[in-house]
């Protein structure tokens, strides 16, 4: 055997040992297993924070918990809107294993089902954690079903009335059980309410809080308001800088193709907002204030963990659904917010820190890529609940990068939305599209702002190829029949009947089934 084979193997068994000491540290028996605290944020690009590089808005308290932990640098989300990605968070899935594909509705009264759940058939990630014996709570946006009573496992439920978020005051939310308005801003609700849940933490139990801001949420028309943010004014004098570019193509053309029926009005309004989002001051101000308003909110949760004793043994995530861009490419809002859909990395790259003081060193940054299907095998793993499987899912722990000494193969990451799907790896990004394109492909380690689209460049003809091939085989192999949109499947809810889209499957697949709402069998069954 050649030494670099027993390099191999030595390191391998090196990664495989710290894994294991982590699990076992935290197996039933030894000791109490970790709180896992997530904080989600909506809409929210890793570019307006500090510790990514955004000297302009002040996040403090999120830079702090980035000193204190791993920072991930190339994180990614997997679709580039809400409802997807808080499935594919909660379930550890595609959105073409879970169905949910784009955001969904969250009227009652349009939805029918009262206690309908968008994701109730799989094994969830509060469920599992529940089964476990932690203590869980929903704190924030849920967005994915209705929203009167706990879903998937969580105990304590407080939520907004809505999945959408319309006013950042005078909002109405459902506290177990109960409707209240706050009259305050919501941001600041959601920190005083997480708080209160720690503070009634029975330590004879570990926890699982799910603290979801629904701010930045940085789309308009909310960004275009004015502002409610105590951290506008700052703003209002040093104005941060952002992107000022042209309309790109796709956003244009989502106006001008958006008709004024009343089918399509609300389209072409949220086509003609965003445009109006570009370089619009109000718009700038609004997202460094949201932005800072989150962060406020994080340092008073740090604070109270600290407070509480709880920091030592809480595993805290800091991420978001999913980016959104803000001038890039002459384009505002998430991946919903033109058409042909944009998968830029403004719109799909995410922050993804975790600290643990004593679990997790201090200080850590890597390069290496993950996604956010990650999550849920990386918290079971780092729980000790080596016995959980996730049925169907493709993600990998991420605890060999969390130790520091992580040596992986090439990481792939693979996101989809509707009609766009592709992979991201350390040099590429490939995006095709259904039916026919446009295709597209950027050298992210030379363009990482993605400003060249190589895919006519015969150089790269073999690298199409290739990454096309990763693309299709990886969806082949693990999109469910149901939900698997380019060969005949639907969806939960809706598709793209509001743009006027869902023809893309009615005419290719005669036996195509509309985007349907129906009561699961809740998990396990």
Known sequence: ??????????????????????????????????????????????????TYGNSEVSTPNIDRLASEGIVFE?????????SPTRASLMTGLMPSQHGVHNALPTDPARIGIPAWSAVGEFRTLPLTLSQ?????????????????????????????????TKSFVDTDVIDNGKRIQVSGHITDFWTDTAIDFLASHDQSRPFFLFLSYNGPYILPPVVTNSPHSPFAENYRENPPSFPQLPVHEYLRNWAIDSKPSSHMQ????HAWAAINALNNPRAIINAAAETSHVDAGVGRVLDSLQQLGLDENTLVIYTSDQGSAYGQHGLWGNTSWAYPFPAFDSHLAIPLILRQPGAIAPGQRTTALASQIDLFPTIVEFAGLTEIEIDG??????????????????????FEFITMRGVRTAEW???????DGPNELYRVSDDPEELVN?????RFADTVAELSRSVDDFFDANASPVFDLWHGGTGKGRLIEDYGKNSIFETRFPDWRDPYIEQPKVFPH
């Open 1 to 50: 055997m050649g030494k670099f084979q027993n390099t191999i193997i030595v390191l391998a068994l090196t990664f495989a040992c710290v894994a294991c000491s982590v699990s076992e540290t935290f197996a039933s028996g030894n000791t109490v297993r970790p709180n896992i605290l997530i904080i989600l944020t909506d809409n929210q690009s890793p570019t307006l924070l500090g």
């Open 132 to 164: 476990a014996g932690y203590r869980t709570a929903l704190v924030g946006k849920y967005h994915l079903g209705t929203h009167d009573k706990p879903q998937l496992g969580f105990d304590h439920w407080v939520t907004m009335e809505t999945g959408h």
């Open 74 to 82: 190339h994180a990614f989300a997997i679709s580039g809107v809400c």
């Open 393 to 414: 899912a493709t993600g990998r722990s991420l605890l060999p990068e969390m130790s520091g000494h992580g040596v992986r193969p090439e990481a792939r990451v693979f």
């Open 454 to 458: 190589l895919i006519d460049d015969i």
């Open 266 to 269: 609300a389209e072409s309004t």
């Open 429 to 435: 990004k490939f995006v095709k599209r259904f039916p």
